[in-house]
């Protein structure tokens, strides 16, 4: 076991995946000597050399561009886009042809790559730097969408993200690189892809949330624990999404919320409630809620408290759906 | 202090057949008199493929097609210059070049019939699935050739674009890509004049297209993309250098889409038929067999041989793709995945039960 915060998780798993497979190789913008801006490759240049670690031009779809070539190839690409903000000029390559490379070619080439980003609000950064746009990853074919909320499982979904045989775009929680510290086993292992976690049993309510978000629901579970017995669903995978844990507990629970930072309309909430609808009907006792950020351009750090859940309205919410 | 030149660039054009087919031996590129009449063979092979997909379209048996006529030299030529480890990685319009490289003819239909399955080539044939959105299989191409680097495998990967295309930002960050990296790679791009209705002049204020390779640090050269042996030369000449490490080429073949755009287009709403003519007259196909006649390689019966040839290989291949059975639904939901996802699978089911228990 070592001590690691979510960064750490991830750059151990990078190097772990780099000894184990000589295919695995960084590609992406000041990665290299400079070990990336939030130094989720640091030191991994000198230990691997620049054809394995290689600093790109400025170039975001280049990137992804040549990352799907090199993983036509057979090489395990995992490109870094430096901010998710960013990632937009990419989208081109991940929706023509990274989730549509295995389909159109029925099977003879598929796309082994991952794209690593971090993504998300709650660190005062500029314009650009801040944005949630899980939603639109879902919504493309073909590529898998990971989000992880905590290191112990940040290594095992990346360990399962390079070995995976189709592109995973892997959303990593800025807010939450340093935040947490706990132990993760040096040991090789993974967390697999398309599951979810129940992080707290309960009885009452179900409230299913994923990356920077999961803290701030547990928060608001704990502090309502003595009149509302909340049930945590950490959903780590969100394409192809785990539907039958969130089944289960609402069956058990009878209502349930989403809690998620990205804009509400057409969000990841919404589908979860459509889910619920087509899976839990019967069981519902209460409309399901969401918690969300605003259909706005993500705000500068000024008003981003006001955009952001924060655990008053998580806890507003539980007590809402559980009153009703 | 006085200003110095800080770089001096200049682009050049090669031909060596002229429009009687006259041939410059000096520059002529080592073919044999069977290589240049398998060129020929391809070429017109390409045509009556192409001739007949158009009617396949009217008659309602294919899907949308963009017609290669015209462009028979620049994309024979370059694809007959591969090596047998090197692989092509396609736009959309290079009908000859999947015939020289060896996409079987039924395949190619079945593809533009709207079947996936066309596009499955057999194992062991090296070229690349087609891309549609203009410009974006340039950074697969680089990725490609640059992963091959990085295994010490001596390969190079030969990449066609257009005129329009060269405008698109992919093709600029893939050629960035292919510089700053060295990749063996060769940057095709047929300028066909034409991007739908928008004309070459307005693609770009550049003298040529060739001299975008010079911003990235590479040779770019342009080629009279109606001359197949310019063609030809300059391609083989541009893959061994790549293959022998020293970098990228671009080559701009100077060419012309005698056809529409596509099968949904109508070109005379934009041009004129004079230019037409006058592209009818530098017609590729037509320019080889005049070499052909003087250099005592054609014949009558050579010709007829070679025209009926081709008919029956397309007729056939129309006869192959037509008796292939349907897709069946599953295939609309296996291949999005290694695994079907359980959402793939019940999805799947939902439809195979609303049409009465599926295939």
């Known amino acids: 076991m070592v001590q690691l915060n979510l960064v750490g998780a991830v750059r151990l798993a990078l190097k772990q995946e780099m000894e184990r497979d000589q295919d695995v190789v960084l590609l992406g913008e000041d990665i290299g000597t400079d070990g990336g801006v939030f130094r989720a490759t640091d030191g991994l240049i000198k230990e691997f050399g620049e054809n394995r670690v290689i600093d790109t031009p400025l170039s975001e779809s280049g990137i992804v561009g040549v990352a799907i070539g090199l993983a036509l190839y057979g090489l395990k690409p995992v490109a870094e886009i430096q901010f998710e903000g960013f990632l937009y000029p990419a989208l081109d390559q991940i929706i023509s042809h990274a989730g549509r490379i295995r389909n159109r070619s029925r099977g003879r080439f598929h796309v082994p790559l991952v794209i690593r980003f971090p993504y998300g609000g709650g660190i005062s950064a500029p314009e650009h730097h801040s944005d949630s746009p899980e939603a639109l990853l879902v919504h493309t074919p073909g590529v898998k969408v990971v989000m992880p909320s905590t290191p112990y499982d940040a290594k095992g979904l990346l360990t399962s993200a390079i070995r995976d045989p189709d592109p995973v775009l892997f959303m990593e929680p800025k807010r939450v690189y340093r935040a947490i510290v706990e132990d993760v086993p040096e040991d090789d292992y993974t967390v697999p892809l398309g599951e979810a976690k129940i992080v707290r049993e309960g009885a009452d309510v179900t409230l299913v949330s994923w990356g920077a978000m999961m803290r701030l629901s547990r928060e608001a579970a704990e502090k309502v624990k003595d009149t ?15 539907i039958a844990t969130i089944t289960r507990s609402v069956e058990k629970t009878g209502r349930a919320l989403a809690v998620h930072e990205a804009p509400r309309t057409a969000g990841l909430g919404a589908e979860i409630a459509a889910v619920i609808n087509e899976t839990a009907f019967l069981s519902l006792e209460a409309p399901i809620e969401r918690v969300t950020g605003f259909d706005v351009p993500f705000p500068q750090h000024k008003l981003e408290n006001y955009y952001l859940p924060d655990t008053e309205r998580i806890v507003k919410a539980i007590q809402k759906v559980a009153s009703f | 202090m006085p200003r110095e030149v800080a770089g001096k660039f200049e682009v050049s054009m090669l031909k060596v057949l002229d429009e009687e087919g006259n041939c410059d031996e000096a520059l002529k590129p080592a073919l044999t008199n069977d290589q240049v009449k398998q060129l ?58 999947y015939i020289t490289k060896g996409w079987p003819l039924e ?59 060269s405008s698109e930002g992919d093709v600029h960050e893939g050629m960035n890509f292919a510089g700053v990296f060295k990749v063996p790679v060769v940057l095709l791009c047929q300028n066909n004049q034409w991007a739908i209705s928008v004309p070459r002049s307005k693609q770009t204020a550049a003298e040529t297209l060739a001299q975008r390779a010079i911003s990235y640090g590479f040779e770019g050269v342009q080629v009279d993309g109606n001359d197949a042996f ?42 004129t038929s004079r230019e037409l003519e006058e592209w009818t007259r530098r017609d590729p ?4 067999s005049k070499y052909m006649k003087k250099s005592g ?63």
């Not at chain 1, 017995?229 to 785990?242: C, K, N």
């Not at chain 2, 009217?58 to 028979?72: A, D, K, M, V």
């Not at chain 2, 057999?122 to 340039?138: H, M």
């Not at chain 2, 293959?243 to 012309?256: A, F, H, K, Q």
């Open chain 1, 228 to 242: 509302i017995s909340v049930e945590v669903i950490d959903l780590r995978t969100l394409s192809p999404m785990d």
């Open chain 2, 40 to 97: 020929y063979e391809l070429m017109v092979l390409t045509r009556a493929f192409d001739d007949l997909a158009l009617k396949l379209q009217r008659e309602g048996r294919i899907g949308t097609y963009p017609s290669s006529r015209g462009q028979e030299a620049t994309q024979v030529a370059s694809a007959y210059a591969l090596g047998e480890s090197d692989w092509l990685f396609p736009a959309f319009r290079e009908a000859g070049a």
């Open chain 2, 107 to 165: 395949m190619q239909y079945q593809y533009w019939a709207g079947d996936e399955r066309g596009s499955k080539l057999p194992e062991n044939n090296r070229i690349f699935t087609i891309a549609i959105p203009v410009g974006t299989q340039v950074p697969h191409a680089v990725g490609f050739a640059w992963a091959a680097k990085l295994r010490g495998d001596k390969i190079a990967v030969l990449v066609y674009f257009g005129d329009g295309a």
């Open chain 2, 230 to 271: 310019a063609v030809y030369k300059a391609t083989r000449e541009a893959l061994d250098k790549a293959r022998s490490g020293n970098g990228p080429t671009l080559i701009e073949c100077v060419t012309y889409r005698m056809g529409d755009h596509t099968t949904s287009d109508d070109a005379q709403r934009y041009r």
């Open chain 2, 285 to 288: 196909i037509e320019r080889l």
């Open chain 2, 297 to 359: 390689l054609w014949s009558n019966d050579y010709e007829n041989k070679v025209q009926a040839d081709a008919a029956e290989k397309v007729r056939i291949a129309v006869e192959e793709f037509e008796s292939v059975k349907p897709p069946e639904i599953k295939d609309l939901f296996a291949w999005t995945y290694a695994e079907l996802t359980p959402n793939l699978k019940k999805q799947y089911e939902d439809l195979a039960r609303s049409i009465g228990g599926g295939n």
